[in-house]
Every structure is written in C-alpha cells, then in structure tokens.
C-alpha cells in the first residue's frame, strides 16, 4: 500500500515514510492511495476479536511496509491494562433506545487522542529504524491543552525519542499544566512559554522550517519530526475503535449483522469522524455521519452550504477543544469524496489559503450531503445537556461529549430516524470539571475553590469516579518547571538535548 499527495503533488511514498513526515513537504495530506475493504463476514466475525486483534486487522491493511511483528509489538506496548482503565479499551453506554455512548476516555490522559497517541510513537520509531539513519528523532509539540499531554504519555519513554511540549503559560487551565508538569520520563521536557497559543505554535512552526537550526540540532544527534493530528499515524489508529464499537453493539444485540448504524462526533480538526468514514469506506455499514460543532460552526455552515468560510471571529467555548477554525483533516475527506481529483483539491485550498474560504461544486456538495449532516451547540445548549443528561440518565458526560448529544437530539428531532446511533465521548468528565459541575450544581462552588477541590466537589455530587489519570494530581511531584520567552525556544530546546 502506497501513500499518495491530495494535492497531487509528491511522489508515492510507504505508510512509514508518511509517518515519518508527518505532512506532505510540498504542502497536502497523504492519504492511502487505496481504501482497503474489509468483507461483511471479517467485519461480523469482530465480535469474536478483542480490541488488539480488531488493531492489527486493521494497521495490517495500512501500514503494509511494517511486519507483523513490529504491529504485534507497538500494540501490545499501547493497547494493555497499564495504559487503558478498561480491559476492552474503549466502551459503550446505552443512552436510550437509539443512543449509545461511545467512551474514548479510558486512556491515561482521559481524552480519546490516548488511542492514537499510545501507539503512534512506537509507529514512528519503527519508521525511523527502517530509515536507518544515526539519528534520535526530536518531536517538538505546542499546545494549547489537551494534545500536549496525550503526546507526553505516549512519547515518554520510547527509545530513540526526545520530547518536548511548549505551552502558553497563561493559556491552559490548572489541570492541563499540572497534567503536563508531572510526566516522568527520562526523555520529555515540558516548558512554559511567555505568550499567548498563537505566538507559541507560530514559533514552534517556525523551527520547522529554520534550516540553520535544523544543522544546529542535526550536530547534537537529532532530527526533527511532528506528532500532530494530520500524521497518517494518528488517524488510522482512530478507524479501529467503530469497527470494536460496531461489533459490540452486535455482542449486545442492539443490532443485526450488517444492519446499519449512524455515528455522531463531536469535531474539531475533522480527523476523528474522518477517521470513521475511513471505517465506512473499508465496509462498516453506515447511514449517515453527523458532524457536531460548537459556536465556531464553519463546518456546519459548510455542509448546509458547500462554502468553507474561515472569515469569522474566533469564539472561546466551554469545549476547548473543538475551538478550531481551519479543520486541516476536511482535505482528505474532500479529496475521497471527489474520487482523487487532486486538481479541485489544490484549487480550493488555494483558495482557503488566499480568501479565507472557498466552495465546492453542486456535485460534490450533493454526494456529501448523502451521508454527511452537520448541527452545532450553542453555549447555553451545551450547559443544559450536560445537565439533562446527568438528571434524566444519572450520567456525566464532558462539554465536548455534550455537543454530540445535544447535535443528535436536534438531528433525531428533525428527521425522526431510529437508526442505532453511536455518538463519540471525547474527554472524561473530569477533564473539564469546573463546566461540568456549574453545569449540574452551581451552588456547590465557591470562590476559594481551585481547579483540583472542584474535581473533589463533582465526585462528592455525583458519586462517579475521578479518572485515575487526574487523581491526586493536586499533590504529584511538579518535575518540570522550565520557562522561556517566545523568542527563547531555540535557546531552551539546545539546552534540554
Ligand atoms: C481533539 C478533541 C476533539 C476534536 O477532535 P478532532 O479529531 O480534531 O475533530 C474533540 N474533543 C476533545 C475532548 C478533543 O480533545
């Protein structure tokens, strides 16, 4: 299996050579030059497969220039009982008769990025061995929340690899730092940056592209290499968990072998529901796709209207996460859709590059609009969700989680359909607990309280369990403390390697 350019503009390329560039260097996403399908017998048959053997069906397909025992080794080394709080990695909560949970929180960071960013290192490593060169990899990550940690776990550790994570100092809440500041490891390095998120990822962005410092490094034995979220290594471990979804609701009963199912997720950057229609794609029968967003609703404005427009403010929400403008992964999804046209693809994001925006063609809008829907959340809604849902259910669900249930309550409204829908949990509860306990019983809080007496206060009120990655983090030893200006980060990564 070969990996080809959206923009039609580099050369075929293996699965780890795409892994290792992370993006295409001559700007575009690769993207498998061939789906792989799976048969409706293989796809059944899951039911009968654990977790990690649903992973190495799946990575076997795609990355076909690893062996088999590479594959077998990075899973075992991710997917175990170490890592994950539930032996069956990810789980469903049925909701109602329709609706079940899809919980992709159980990972040591409590955000479902733990099942891509688990493994995804180990892929990495092994792409650089069959690189054979002498050099250590260096991934350097600027963060705004959730992503600096799930790579810090991931990364920690693995032989052959330096980390370090920059995140704005002001820009991330109490949590996420203390999250950040803890990791062990004796290859990561965590450093506070003087400046906003803009400023940081502007300047980490930069040494990508500084060829002085690239030598600089290159002499300390290093080589550059990103672990962001348009790495081909981090979508296509995000494709295992609806087929592992799609056989447990067979387990359940819930459905019929090959009967149809609908899958909501909440989106921010489009690479989990990418990720799902990938598992569409290879066979997973599916109705439609419901692409949930918050109040930056420039996807669901794109799939009412055909026009991709960046051109708007910027809107801080209670779903983090999901505050995005520019869904890098849309490319690929459009590139599938327009059965490869490269040409199109280029000229749109040209365009986007130019503009701001851009639109597609009625007949490429038509045949998205088959199976693609997109709602979103405001604020408000996003608050009375997770409050509806935690009175009528007794179950705690996170802001982002909230988008999606609040997204296929308005779809279900709308067009009546019954069809068994999973709807993707993205974070634990926990993660963004001060939202979620306002959200439930605002009277408990009070002025004094700080971020980590809040999580205390939700699980007095709530009974459910602090996620074990965010417990006790009040009193975990701080092992980072580094700091630097915005034009420092070239001084602090010499002096970390
Ligand atoms: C990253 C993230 C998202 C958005 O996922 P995409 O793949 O970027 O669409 C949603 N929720 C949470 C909690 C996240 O961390």
Redesign the pocket.
């Known amino acids: 299996m070969k990996y080809i350019s959206t923009r039609g503009n580099y050369d075929k390329v293996d699965a780890s050579e795409a892994i290792r560039l992370g993006m295409v260097p001559t700007g575009g996403l690769f993207v498998p030059e061939e789906i792989p399908t799976l048969s409706r017998e293989t796809i059944n048959s899951m039911q009968n497969s654990s977790y990690q053997e649903i992973v190495e069906k799946i990575l076997d397909e795609f990355l076909t220039d690893y062996t088999e025992q590479e594959l077998q080794e990075a899973v075992a080394k991710a997917y175990n009982c170490d890592n994950f709080s539930v032996e069956e990695i990810t789980s469903l909560y049925k909701l109602d008769d329709n609706s079940h949970v899809l919980e992709l929180w159980h990972g040591p960071t409590a955000?479902?990025?733990d099942l891509a960013l688990q493994v995804m290192p180990y892929l990495l490593s092994q792409a650089i061995e069959k690189e054979e060169t002498d050099k250590d990899i260096l991934i350097l990550v600027a963060t705004s929340g959730?992503t600096g940690k799930a790579a810090l776990e991931g990364f920690k550790n693995v032989d052959g690899i330096e980390i370090i994570v920059f995140y704005p100092e002001e820009g991330v809440s109490q949590v996420q730092k203390r999250q950040m500041v803890t990791t062990t490891g004796d290859n990561t390095a965590v450093v506070a940056v003087a400046g906003n998120f803009d400023d940081c990822q502007s300047s980490v962005k930069e040494i990508f592209g500084d060829q002085n410092f690239k030598e600089v490094i290159a002499d300390k034995g290093y080589q550059l290499s990103s672990a962001n979220?348009i790495n081909w290594g981090r979508l296509v471990p995000q494709i295992i968990y609806y087929f592992a979804a799609y056989a447990e609701l067979l387990n359940q009963k819930e459905i019929k072998p090959g009967e149809e199912i609908n899958i909501t997720v909440?989106?921010?950057?489009?690479?989990?529901?990418l990720a799902s229609y990938y598992a569409y794609r290879m066979g997973l029968p599916v109705n439609k796709f419901i692409c949930a967003s918050n109040d930056n609703k420039v996807l669901t404005d794109f799939f009412k209207t055909g026009v991709y427009d960046k051109n708007r403010d910027f809107k801080k929400t209670v779903s983090p996460?999901?505050d995005i403008l520019i869904s890098s992964n849309l490319e690929r999804f459009l590139f599938e859709v327009t059965g490869h046209d490269a040409q199109k693809v280029t000229n749109w994001y040209q365009q986007l590059k130019e503009e701001g925006k851009f639109e597609v063609d009625e007949e490429t809008k038509d045949r998205i609009n088959e199976i693609f829907v997109g709602e979103y959340a405001t604020e408000d809604e996003t608050k009375e969700t997770i409050q509806a849902v935690y009175q009528e259910h007794n179950y705690v669900i996170?802001p982002?989680t909230a988008v999606g249930v609040n997204v296929y309550n308005k779809y279900f409204n709308n067009y009546n359909d019954k069809t068994t829908t999973v709807i993707d949990a993205?974070?634990n509860p926990y993660k963004f607990g001060t939202t979620v306990l306002s959200a439930i019983n605002d009277s408990v809080i009070t002025d004094e309280m700080t971020e980590f007496d809040i999580l205390e206060e939700l699980n007095e009120e709530t009974g459910v369990e602090i996620h074990s990655g965010l417990e006790g983090l009040a009193n975990q030893e701080i092992k980072h403390e580094l700091k630097c200006k915005v034009d420092g980060i070239r001084d602090i990564i010499q002096q970390v390697l």
């Open positions: 955000a479902f990025k959730d979220s909440p989106t921010g950057n489009f690479g989990n529901i996460s999901m996170d982002h993205t974070a």
